[in-house]
């Protein structure tokens, strides 16, 4: 029997050892791709797939270059509702 196991099957001792250091690998990496967000001078974002392709993230650089905050984007009910024609026929004609 694995002597770090109580019991067959049961919880390890050193489980909450490994918890802690879990979240700590965890809160890491998420600090990481903050700053990568943050620091890309391109907009990140996503969207649902289905219409009418509403955002679920977009990065809080978008202010910068678009006028409008990340959380105005986000409430709106589609994309196109976002932006203006031109900038719909310009993000599709990039997307061919």
């Known amino acids: 029997m694995d002597e770090r196991h109580a019991e067959p099957g049961g919880p390890r001792p050193d489980m909450a ?3 802690i250091r879990l979240a700590a690998e965890l809160a890491t990496s998420r ?3 903050a700053h990568l967000v943050r620091s890309s001078p391109a907009v990140i974002y996503s969207l649902t797939a289905d219409p009418p392709h509403r955002l679920t993230h977009v990065s809080e650089n978008v202010a ?3 006028g409008y905050t990340a959380s105005q ?3 709106v009910s589609g994309l196109t509702e976002a932006i203006s024609v031109d900038e719909a026929a310009e993000a599709a004609l990039a997307v061919r």
């Open 17 to 19: 050892a490994d918890l």
């Open 31 to 33: 600090a990481r791709l």
């Open 64 to 66: 910068g270059g678009y």
């Open 73 to 75: 984007l986000l409430q």
